[in-house]
């Protein structure tokens, strides 16, 4: 009986074993949801409350808030990016993992799938709640607004696994998360525009991914590919390093318990 090439045995061994640790973390992240929650929540009221005074202020208000508070609070959901490769450390697995047939790649996707698929749901959920509630409209070309949120939900999903190689605690991450994200949104223009930010401010908005996001979404938003080009391929390669980062880390023993 021919069971395929060593090749396409190899592919299919590795592919179950990623597929185990996808189902294993999905099991983790529905039974502690509140993290995802809240990050799908808080957005969703600040929209609403909002959204009178952007109308007024700003063309395309209803463009502006939503997709400003999208890029704000998928900035925060790094954290669940983080939490999920250091709650592993801290539990003492991860040294466990490690000693078992799956490679620092398959541990990493096993891990990272998860946490990719909801931070993608997050963000298609508030451009759904967007169209449907604060008035922003059916987008013109929605394979490009997809496009759009599968890229930076990578780039955010490789920061937060880097960053989970540099923390030492829960508590570091969360800080290190939570006023980035705040920098990160606030010179991107996602709680102010550009337009009207100070000059310095301006001037320093292009060093921040969330300027970028801003860009690509709100060209996705218009049906505009041309204008996607540029910030996707920013974000693409900030995510490429930053996931290359991660996986040097690890293979190395920096995720190691006893460096915590």
């Not at 996808?22 to 929540?41: A, K, T």
């Not at 997050?122 to 890229?151: N, T």
Request: aromatic share 8%.
């Amino acid at each position: 009986m021919r069971t395929g090439s060593p090749a396409a045995q190899g592919f299919r061994e590795s592919a179950y074993r990623v597929g185990a640790l996808v189902r294993h973390n999905l099991l983790i992240r529905r039974r502690d949801p509140g993290q995802f929650i809240s990050y799908l929540v808080m957005p969703m009221i600040l929209m609403l409350v909002l959204k009178p005074i952007y109308v007024r202020v700003v063309d395309r208000g209803e463009a502006q808030v939503v997709t400003g508070l999208l890029v704000m609070f998928s900035v925060f959901a790094v954290a669940i990016a983080g939490n999920s490769i250091l709650s592993e450390r801290q539990w003492k697995t991860w040294d466990r993992l490690r000693v078992t047939r799956a490679s620092t790649t398959e541990l990493l996707l096993g891990k990272t799938i998860p946490v990719y698929l909801l931070m993608v749901v997050q963000q298609v959920f508030l451009l759904v709640y967007g169209c449907a509630v604060i008035g922003l409209g059916f987008p013109p070309a929605p394979g490009l607004l997809l496009l759009a949120v599968l890229l930076w939900a990578f780039t955010l999903l490789a920061l937060g696994t880097a960053l989970a190689t540099v923390a030492r605690s829960l508590g570091e991450l969360g800080v290190i998360s939570d006023v980035s994200a705040l920098v990160v949104s606030s010179l991107g223009g996602a709680l102010v525009p550009i337009a009207i930010m100070p000059g310095w401010a301006q001037a320093a908005a292009h060093a921040s991914p969330g300027y970028w996001a801003l860009e690509m979404l709100q060209s996705a938003l218009a049906g505009e590919a041309g204008g996607m080009l540029w910030p996707a391929v920013i974000l693409l390669a900030l995510g490429a390093v930053a996931a290359v980062f991660a996986v040097r880390r690890l293979a190395r023993g920096w995720g190691r318990t006893h460096l915590l």
